[in-house]
C-alpha cells in the first residue's frame, strides 16, 4: 500500500469511525439497558443516553485509523483475484487483524461480498451510498447473529463483584440467560441492536468509502 493511500484509509477510517459514535452512542445506550438484568427504567431508562458522546468519540478515531489501515494493509499483502472463492477468506483475515472479535468477522467479509455481487450486477464499481446500503445489510445481519455473544458481554460486565457471571466465562453466561430467559433472554434487544447496528454499518463505511475516495482523487490529482 502506497503512502497516499495509507493515508487516505487512516484519515477516512478516523472520520467515519467519530462519524458513528457521534449519532449512534445514545442508541448503544439505550440497548444495553434494555439487555440489563435490572430492566431497562431500573437502569436508567432514557435517562443521560447521551453522558459520555465526547470522550467515546476522541477515543474512536485513533481506534477506527488503526483499523482500517490494518485492513486494508492485509487485504492488499493478500491481494488475490477478486472472482476468487478466496476473497471471503481475505477479507475475514484482514477484519480479524484489524479487530478480533466475531462481529467484524461476519460483517466485513458480507460488506465485502455484498459490494462485489452488486457491482457484478450494474458492471461497474459500486459508488459510496451503495457501499452504505451493503454496510448496512452486513451489519443488520452480523448484529442479530451475534446478539446472544453480546448480551453475556453486557451481563458480565453489569454483573456482582464475586458472582459466577463477573468470572467473565461467556459460556457461562450464556447458559445462565438461556437457563432463566430463554431463547428471548439471549436475543434481549436484538431489534435495537440491529436498527443501531445497520444505521451504523451506512454511516460507518459509507462516511469511510467517501472520504476515502475523495483523498485518493485528492491524491491523484496533486503534482
Same mark, same amino acid.
Given at each position: 500500500?502506497?503512502?497516499?493511500g495509507?493515508i487516505?484509509s @487512516?484519515? =477516512? ?8 459514535? /457521534?449519532?449512534? %452512542? !445514545? &442508541?448503544d ?5 434494555l439487555?440489563s438484568?435490572?430492566g431497562f ?5 432514557f435517562y443521560g443516553?447521551?453522558?459520555g ?6 477515543g474512536?478515531f485513533p481506534?477506527?485509523a ?8 492485509v487485504?492488499?499483502i493478500?491481494?488475490t483475484?477478486s472472482s476468487?472463492?478466496?476473497?471471503p477468506?481475505?477479507?475475514m @483475515?484482514? =477484519?480479524?487483524a484489524?479487530?478480533v472479535?466475531?462481529?467484524s /468477522?461476519?460483517? %466485513? !467479509? &458480507?460488506w ?6 452488486w457491482?457484478?450486477?450494474q458492471?461497474h464499481v ?5 457501499s452504505?446500503v ?6 443488520g445481519?452480523?448484529a442479530?447473529v451475534t446478539?446472544?455473544l453480546?448480551?453475556a ?5 453489569l454483573a ?7 468470572s467473565g466465562n461467556?459460556l457461562?453466561a450464556?447458559?445462565a440467560?438461556w437457563?432463566?430467559?430463554?431463547l ?5 434487544g436484538? %431489534? !435495537? ?6 444505521l ?8 469511510y468509502?467517501q472520504t476515502?475516495?475523495f483523498?485518493?482523487?485528492l491524491?491523484?490529482e496533486?503534482?
Amino acid at each position: 500500500m502506497d503512502r497516499p493511500g495509507f493515508i487516505a484509509s @487512516l484519515v =477516512a477510517g478516523g472520520i467515519a469511525g467519530v462519524s458513528v459514535d /457521534l449519532i449512534l %452512542f !445514545p &442508541l448503544d445506550t439505550i440497548k444495553t439497558r434494555l439487555q440489563s438484568p435490572q430492566g431497562f427504567y431500573k437502569a436508567g431508562g432514557f435517562y443521560g443516553v447521551y453522558a459520555g458522546v465526547p470522550s467515546t468519540a476522541i477515543g474512536s478515531f485513533p481506534n477506527a485509523a488503526a483499523f482500517f489501515v490494518t485492513y486494508e494493509y492485509v487485504k492488499w499483502i493478500l491481494h488475490t483475484d477478486s472472482s476468487s472463492h478466496l476473497m471471503p477468506v481475505t477479507h475475514m @483475515l484482514a =477484519a480479524s487483524a484489524g479487530e478480533v472479535i466475531p462481529f467484524s /468477522l461476519v460483517q %466485513f !467479509p &458480507l460488506w465485502e461480498s455484498l459490494k462485489a455481487l452488486w457491482s457484478w450486477r450494474q458492471d461497474h464499481v459500486v459508488n459510496s451510498w451503495q457501499s452504505a446500503v451493503c454496510g448496512a445489510f452486513a451489519g443488520g445481519f452480523a448484529a442479530a447473529v451475534t446478539t446472544p455473544l453480546d448480551v453475556a458481554k453486557t451481563r458480565i460486565m453489569l454483573a456482582k463483584a464475586g458472582s459466577s457471571t463477573a468470572s467473565g466465562n461467556i459460556l457461562s453466561a450464556l447458559h445462565a440467560v438461556w437457563r432463566t430467559q430463554g431463547l428471548s433472554g439471549l436475543f434481549a434487544g436484538v %431489534f !435495537p441492536r440491529m436498527a443501531a447496528i445497520s444505521l451504523g454499518g451506512f454511516i460507518f463505511l459509507g462516511a469511510y468509502d467517501q472520504t476515502r475516495s475523495f483523498l485518493s482523487e485528492l491524491g491523484r490529482e496533486s503534482p
